[in-house]
């Protein structure tokens, strides 16, 4: 590991302040960072800890939105029963993620930074050629062993997957994240996650010393009937295979969708909303064929590398799955 | 080198004043330098859970965790679940009641996941233990007797609560 400076900052403008400086990253769970330190992914001269910052941490559900915290960890917000009232699927995403122990330890900013599992990006020891790491080198990724890269969202420069769970039940439900730098502004989540194209080092519209304070979920009737389904190679403790963020609002007939919102996971580039699926669903009968049949179009231009083409295969039937879940269809 | 930093951690209520270089995780630091071999290091990535310990009653992952960053927090390990007068831990008496491990690698970091699991209240089925207890990776595969060490842990626990 890169030799570097460590500073506990007091408040958060001087984090800011010292974050401004070159080759300095925050450190809050430390999930991500520490873990890429070691495997010299991640080199930061400097080091700025804000776990210590106060007031960062609130979960706040008010009558229309929800506010959490940048420092709120994700095990409070999975427990937090104003969050499972209101949004079941904010808290199932953030309880199927990770372990007890890194929900106890992993902040929701944090969380959002998250970068990639691909396992190329992971050995720069083994393989020099990455643009995520290195831009201009090439992907190994797209010749090599690629049944855990993504489908969609992909270019022929990267194919690493966005892991996280939480990030796309807020692209579902359009989140807002909170940042503060020399001003205060929001970021759409979806805005907040980049796609590859020919640049995938750049990966989020984050300006040096700019620092997540927060995300803000507008409340609504999908969200309060939401769902996160999680498909993955073992029960428990695993990134998914594939995973579908869903909520539905019905009209008052009791048949009729009148607002429905997905997003997929484990098979792109970024936290994948389905607007098209969702266009296709809004004022239809809710049975399990029409769901079906819309499901089918989440895969629109998927592209396989290899050994990934499996989940172009269960995408759909994840989505479906998870609508009949919170259509109480059996 | 990173300048060694002088560091004051408390761990298992005993203040450790340690000269440690920065890099240092809290695993290493209670290892190598704290006398305090009990905490594990299985894979030092934060994928199997050997490393386990408490931090201000919480249950995180050691190996992922600066020593700087608990600077002021209290640090619970295996080494500081007896009392004073040598009685073990519910949870660590289960445990040799069970047979809950065979080589006993990941013991340490399973117990001290499993106290936390039974505090948090997530040991009240079968399929609860397994889901909050899948953070600890067991190669020997001692997974059944680990579940009912923690169901019957729970249960002691419960009672003693309730007298």
């Known amino acids: 590991m890169r030799p570097f400076d460590y500073l506990r900052a007091q408040d958060t403008a001087a984090a800011i302040a ?40 609130t979960i706040e559900v008010s009558a229309d939105v929800i506010r959490i915290g940048a420092l709120a960890k994700m095990s409070k917000v999975a427990d937090h029963a104003g969050v499972r009232e209101a949004a079941p699927v904010l808290s199932e995403s953030l309880w199927r993620a990770a372990s007890a122990q890194l929900r106890n330890m992993a902040s929701i900013g944090g969380n959002l930074m998250q970068r990639t599992r691909c396992t190329y990006f992971r050995d720069p020891g083994a393989y020099s050629n990455c643009n995520k790491r290195n831009p201009g080198s090439g992907c190994a990724a797209i010749e090599g062993i690629n049944r855990n890269h993504a489908v969609l969202g992909t270019s022929d420069a990267c194919i690493a997957i966005y892991p996280g769970d939480f990030a796309v039940s807020l692209v579902a439900f ?49 969200l309060k009937r939401s769902h996160y389904l999680k498909v993955r190679d073992r029960a428990s403790y695993e990134f998914a295979a594939a995973s579908a963020a869903v909520g539905i609002e019905m009209e008052a007939d009791g048949r009729t969708i009148r607002d429905v919102r997905i997003a997929v996971g484990g098979v792109a580039t970024k936290p994948w909303r389905l607007r098209a699926v969702e266009a296709s669903l809004k004022g239809k009968t809710l049975d399990e064929s029409t769901l079906r049949a819309a499901a089918a179009a989440a895969v629109e231009g998927a592209k396989s590398s290899g050994h990934n083409a499996f989940k172009i295969a269960l995408v759909p039937k994840v989505v479906a799955r998870a609508l009949m879940t919170v259509g109480d269809i059996s | ?70 600077e002021g927090r209290q640090v619970t390990t295996i080494e500081g679940l007896q009392t004073a007068d040598g009685v073990m831990h519910a949870v660590q008496t289960a445990f040799i009641e069970h047979d809950a491990f065979q080589c006993g690698y990941c013991t340490p970091g399973q117990i001290m996941s499993a106290i936390a699991c039974i505090r948090e209240g997530h040991a009240g089925t079968d399929d609860d233990i397994r889901e909050y207890m899948s953070g600890n990776i067991c190669r020997c595969g001692a997974y059944p007797h680990i579940v009912a060490a923690v169901r019957d842990a729970a249960s002691r626990l419960k009672t003693e609560r309730a007298l």
């Open chain 2, 1 to 70: 080198m990173s300048a060694a930093r002088q560091l004051s951690l408390e761990v298992n209520g005993k203040r450790h004043n340690l000269q440690l270089d920065i890099r240092t995780t809290l695993l290493d630091a209670l290892r190598e330098h704290a006398d305090l071999p009990g905490t594990k290091k299985g894979c030092d990535q934060g994928q199997c859970g050997a490393c386990t310990v408490h931090v201000d009653g919480e249950r995180v992952l050691s190996c992922l965790t600066l020593a700087a960053q608990v």
């Open chain 1, 18 to 57: 010292e974050a401004g400086k070159p080759e300095t990253k925050f450190l809050a769970g430390g999930i991500t960072l520490l873990d890429l330190m070691k495997l010299n992914v991640e080199r930061p001269a400097r080091v700025v800890d804000i776990t210590r910052l106060s007031g960062l941490d």
């Open chain 1, 174 to 222: 359009d989140a807002d994240v909170l940042v503060r730098g020399t001003v205060a502004r929001r970021i759409p989540i979806d805005e907040f996650y980049l796609l590859p194209g020919q640049t995938p080092h750049l990966e989020h519209p984050l300006s040096p010393g700019e620092m997540i304070v927060g995300i803000e979920i507008p409340r609504s009737a999908a």
